[in-house]
């Protein structure tokens, strides 16, 4: 196990980071993805430590895998959400995490629907906060997981030309691979329809396009957005119809992008809207390959941002 | 009361836009003379060791939350925090709960303000009743009542055709329609400004044409009625120029600014402290540099603070839940002194002028906005040596919602003496 270490208490978002410690989480994830792959999944890395889970947000795959990433060190863990909480009886973010953090917690995984939650909790603890999907901000993890598999199939990220599709305006998850794609060298280029993707996104380093077919052209990577229903109520777009006709990946559009391309989505995907389900037929998705190195990702991140004795 | 005369003075002379040595005697709560020198036996004499003695301060703008959410603030704290701060009248806002909407209230609140009242309370009743947006209030009734001016303030008034008739109807007893420029449409669920800054923080924009839509409309619509508007916390570079034009063109326009806009930007933002939401929300630097240079040279009119208290517990949550404002009426001064006189090219004159004289004769308060005979006794001595800091104990609002919570700064408001009447601090 590489011996260095983060100097930040907590992890954020991929913003604050700089190249080196990027790839410091990434190379920790690539030298623990094995133990996923050994008939007995556990070390004893984080043995008596705490990971604390709250998840004020529904999640299937984030939160498992933070879950399983931290019972692989051997770490125990807590879950509080908002259902069957006191967050229902009405109990403040801030007193949730302080009688928590009471309890003597070494780290916690923050999933809020809320920008900046994770940073207003931060400064309440002395433990490593993990930014697990705040709002509209970042999710940090994801995007990490996101480039360890773009790694493993371009062997680097340098010069890889990537296009994100989808509600950009609302996705933490595009502004996270934006940071993290950008400091690691890679082309960025956005799409999606105006109203979810407002110019302001160039100042981030991207490129802009409102034609997805011209877009889709040389691209390695094509990363699609959940594109959600309730933007519909908000007038972004007429319906789920037009997206699929105008930014849907179909198999028409696949097929301009470079031959080796890949598709990839952090999921949950709407099939048939954002990308079409027989699309899968023709080109390699990584959409699982994503999700296992998530596992390997977040233990990374609890093993680098757990501070204090470790057992290696 | 029996006559005082305060010796020493450096006295901020708005008239003739100079400070002058000077001596101030008064006698029951009015000034009797401000001259150089003034040598009397028999009286009782305070010395302001060389301090400015500057106009009571008016404030257009405040929110003292009485009644209905007295947690936050009351009559009395408020009113004290405005002497502490130098200020000697304010506005109170009628988003209180219930809204400051008919003539019962508005008597509530002078009756309160004269029990336990420091700085005068002038209510503000609402536009409309319940602040709905719907149907008038009764303005005249609540003018007959004390209300000084209407405004569904934390709201628009969405229809204009509503806005139209408030602003037609209240010329017959002289009343100022003040508009919270906000089309909401545009703003729903906003809690920042909306730019590439907040692009990258992930937070739901409220873009500057809301308030541009809005103060055009309303600037047409006086255009149409005639009526008295004022337009209140102007927040951005771009509404700057249609106000200007509305005055060119004769309008019976007049507009604010607060501390916070003048001070602050969007970047403060970036560490999510919700000590910084306020709406209209902290725009770009451009923003504030125009909105400096406006009230310099008198585009906007006045600087009235929005003084929005909240409980810690309130405040203390993630951005978006927090609620919106900022507390300032202990501190305005001392701060917009420091920010604007020491380091931004005001002088003290122009600052006196834009926070007592000015606010003073919009709202046609007879007696405040300069220290001359005939005035009234409402004045404060301000030491711009003196050291303070702004912790719990400075602080005489009930809540301590500033980003300045915790700092120290030089100047301090030494005392203040309202119709007669000396608070030491």
Redesign the interface.
């Known amino acids: 196990m590489d011996s260095q270490s983060l100097t930040k208490k907590d992890l954020l978002g991929l913003?604050e980071l700089d190249r080196e410690e990027i790839e410091l989480i990434l190379d920790t994830a690539r030298s623990l993805r094995e133990i996923l792959y050994r008939p007995i999944k556990k070390v004893p890395t984080l043995r008596g430590k705490t990971v604390v889970n709250m998840f004020f947000e529904p999640s299937t795959r984030t939160q498992s895998s933070f879950d399983l990433a931290a019972k692989r060190l051997s770490a125990d863990t807590v879950s509080v959400s908002t259902r069957g909480s006191a967050v229902q009886k009405g109990e403040?973010?801030?007193d949730t995490l302080l009688n928590i953090d009471a309890m003597k917690a070494d780290a916690f995984v923050i999933r809020?629907?809320?920008?900046?939650?994770p940073?207003?909790?931060a400064r309440y603890t002395k433990a490593a906060v993990i930014n697990a999907g705040?709002?509209?901000?970042?999710h940090p993890t994801q995007a990490l997981l996101d480039i360890l598999t773009m790694q493993d199939r371009f062997g680097s990220i340098e010069g890889l030309d990537v296009l994100i599709v989808g509600d950009i305006?609302h996705s933490?998850v595009a502004?996270s691979n934006i940071f993290g794609l950008k400091k690691l060298g890679a082309k960025v280029t956005l799409s999606g329809p105006p109203t979810l993707l407002?110019e302001?996104?160039q100042?981030?380093g991207a490129d802009i396009s409102y034609d997805v077919d011209e877009a889709v052209k040389d691209k390695d990577v094509i990363m699609a957005l959940r594109i959600q229903k309730e933007r519909l109520e908000?007038a972004y777009f007429p319906s789920i119809r037009e997206y699929r006709k105008f930014f849907g990946i179909t198999i028409e559009r696949l097929r301009k992008a470079k031959e080796n391309a890949v598709i990839m989505h952090p999921g949950p995907v709407n099939w048939g809207v954002e990308l079409d389900f027989d699309l899968l037929q023709e080109r390699e998705s990584l959409i699982l390959n994503q999700v296992t190195n998530g596992v390997a990702v977040r233990m990374a991140v609890l093993y680098l941002f757990i501070k204090g004795e470790k057992e290696s | 009361m029996s006559k005082i005369l305060f010796k020493n003075c450096k006295v901020v002379d708005t008239s003739n836009e100079k400070i002058v040595k000077s001596d101030v005697l008064i006698e029951d709560g009015v000034i009797l003379d401000a001259l150089p020198s003034i040598d009397l036996k028999d009286v009782e004499i305070i010395d302001c060791n060389g301090n400015f003695l500057i106009p009571g301060l008016v404030d257009m703008h405040a929110h003292l939350r009485e009644p209905g959410d007295e947690y936050k603030e009351d009559i009395r704290t408020g009113t004290m925090a405005a002497i502490h701060g130098g200020y000697v009248a304010l506005v109170s806002m009628p988003n209180t709960n219930p809204p400051c909407d008919n003539r019962s209230v508005v008597e509530y609140i002078l009756r309160r303000s004269k029990e336990e009242g420091n700085a005068d309370v002038f209510p503000c009743g609402t536009i409309t009743k319940r602040r709905q947006g719907e149907e008038l209030a009764e303005l005249a009734d609540m003018a007959e009542g004390g209300a000084i001016a209407f405004s569904d303030d934390g709201s628009w008034v969405q229809s204009s055709g509503v806005m139209r008739r408030a602003l037609e109807y209240s010329k017959f007893f002289g009343g100022i329609i003040i508009s919270h420029p906000e089309d909401r449409t545009l703003t729903?669920r906003g809690v920042a400004n909306e730019?590439?800054f907040t692009?990258?923080?992930?937070?739901?924009g409220m873009p500057e044409e809301a308030e541009t839509i809005a103060i055009f409309r309303d600037i047409e619509l006086a255009r149409l009625t005639k009526g008295r508007l004022h337009i209140a916390h102007v927040s951005s570079k771009g509404n700057i120029e249609l106000i200007k034009l509305a005055k060119a063109s004769g309008l019976n326009v007049t507009a604010e600014v607060t501390p916070h806009h003048l001070i602050f930007d969007e970047e403060s933002l970036s560490?999510?402290?919700?000590v910084y939401k306020v709406n209209p929300p902290l725009r770009t630097r451009d923003d504030r540099h125009a909105l400096l240079e406006a009230l310099k040279d008198g585009v906007i009119d006045i600087i009235a603070t929005d003084h929005a208290p909240h409980a810690d517990?309130e405040k203390?949550?993630?951005?978006?839940?927090a609620p919106f404002g900022m507390i300032w009426l202990d501190l305005a001064f001392v701060v917009l002194y420091n920010e604007l006189v020491v380091s931004g090219g005001m002088d003290l004159v122009r600052l006196t002028k834009v926070m007592s004289t000015r606010p003073a004769e919009l709202l046609k308060l007879e007696g405040l906005g300069a220290i001359e005979k005939g005035y009234k006794a409402s004045f404060f001595a301000f030491n711009p040596e003196a050291e303070i800091t702004i912790n719990r104990e400075f602080i005489k609002s009930r809540a301590f919602n500033t980003p300045l919570y915790n700092s120290s700064m030089r100047g301090k408001v030494e005392w203040t003496v309202k119709d007669g009447k000396i608070y030491r601090f």
């Open positions: 913003n403040s973010l801030l809020h629907w809320a920008s900046g939650a940073h207003f909790l705040d709002g509209t901000h970042e305006l933490r502004r407002p302001y996104f100042d981030l908000e | 729903v730019s590439p692009i990258k923080l992930g937070l739901r560490n999510y402290d919700p517990f203390m949550d993630e951005f978006n839940s």
